[in-house]
């Protein structure tokens, strides 16, 4: 049974950091891209990182870059989002996401709120 189980989210003042963990089962981690996706209230789910199977490569977002960063350890099955100088408009549902050719998975997601 594929799962994704997000962690980490929580409450965090403007300028704060957050680190969000992705812990996958069920399928060879290894082998798949992983992406972080965000979501707000009446908006579409949008991409915010991606990596690529083996680390070696990373995108992000307009919106984040210089503040996030992607990372993920093959050896615990796990993908990060070191996410930094937060801002009010980053509060969002955060999921993870994997995906290889027409097998995609995702999680049920964590609550980021930055609020003062």
């Known amino acids: 049974q594929v799962q994704l189980v997000e962690s980490g989210g929580g409450l965090v003042q403007p300028g704060g950091s957050l680190r969000l963990s992705c812990a996958a089962s069920?399928?060879?981690?290894?082998?798949?891209?992983m992406s972080w996706y965000r979501q707000t209230p009446g908006k579409e789910r949008e991409l915010v990182a991606q990596i690529d199977s083996v680390g070696d490569s990373t995108t992000y977002a307009e919106f984040v870059k210089g503040r996030f960063t992607i990372s993920r350890d093959n050896s615990k099955n796990t993908v990060y989002l070191q996410m930094n100088s937060l801002k009010t408009e980053d509060t969002a549902v955060y999921y993870c996401?994997?995906?290889?050719?027409?097998?995609?998975?995702w999680g049920q997601g964590t609550q980021v709120t930055v609020s003062s």
């Open positions: 996401r994997a995906q290889k050719f027409f097998s995609i998975y």
């Open positions: 069920g399928f060879t981690f290894s082998r798949y891209p």
